[in-house]
């Protein structure tokens, strides 16, 4: 591999960024953390060896540098218990009728709501999520990253959704949601 | 037997677990037609369908953030001072 981390920052700055960003909601310390997984990478180059793609290999990097600074800020978020479904697996609250969300979409305050239900989602939760959801990476490109099998992905992207479902009606869609 | 069980009986955590799969994989026959089973009458499982289509479009809007200019001259002249 050629060892360039200005073609890395070039390449792959936008979604480390992007990445950093929506787990530390701070661009100071996305910022911050973007830079020391590029230097990690090339104190570690050699470790590298085209073993992934150079992106996968990266945001392994920065999931190390995040978690750090979750650490440290006391932020690192677990699932939460409440349950979604009852006994019988029929939906605990009935999803509401979201009232026309499509011309939502391109609204900054939707967007900001969404933002925000992101950054509640437990870790290993929105770092999938945003991995295939966000930046659209391949599934299996997903898996190697988090170093998971295809079914825990899939679980943790159906996870992801329900709680964002649940958070977006809660917080954009209103309690006046038609039942 | 299994399969025809299923087709009948699909409960709303299952079908909504389908669909979330859906998103990622091409659903198998038995998930494909237990789904639209359950659709015919269930309202809020149609309502969860349209929802994760929001949430995946609300999602790709969110790619559009990049990252800020100066924050991108300062890294650089940092790894280039890392370097020499």
């Known amino acids: 591999m050629t060892c360039d981390p200005a073609k890395w920052l070039e390449e792959h700055g936008d979604v480390l960024y992007r990445f950093a960003l929506s787990r530390l909601r701070d661009r100071t310390l996305a910022e911050d953390v973007v830079q020391e997984t590029l230097l990690g990478a090339l104190k570690n180059a050699k470790d590298f060896e085209g073993r992934a793609e150079v992106r996968t290999w990266l945001i392994g990097i920065l999931r190390n540098k995040i978690a750090d600074q979750l650490r440290r800020t006391g932020r690192i978020r677990e699932d939460s218990t409440e349950r979604i479904f009852d006994d019988r697996g029929a939906w605990a609250a009935a999803p509401g009728d979201w009232h026309d969300p499509e011309s939502q979409l391109s609204s900054k305050e939707f967007q900001q709501t969404f933002s925000d239900c992101m950054e509640k989602l437990p870790e290993p939760l929105a770092e999938a999520f945003i991995l295939r959801e966000v930046e659209e990476t391949d599934y299996e490109e997903v898996c190697d990253a988090l170093e998971i099998s295809a079914t825990n992905l899939s679980t943790r992207l159906y996870r992801a959704r329900l709680l964002l479902r649940k958070c977006l009606e809660q917080n954009w869609f209103g309690e006046g949601v038609k039942r | ?84």
Do not use: Y
């Open chain 2, 1 to 84: 037997m299994n399969a025809v069980w299923k087709i009948l009986t699909l409960p709303c955590e299952e079908a909504s677990r389908i669909m979330s799969d859906g998103m990622d994989r091409a659903l198998t026959n038995v998930e494909r037609i237990a789904l639209r089973a359950h659709l015919i009458s269930c309202r809020s499982c149609k309502r969860f369908r349209k929802q994760l289509f929001v949430i995946e479009a609300a999602a790709k809007a969110a790619a559009d953030e990049k990252m800020p200019e100066d924050s991108r001259e300062r890294i650089r002249a940092n790894i280039d001072d890392e370097r020499s």
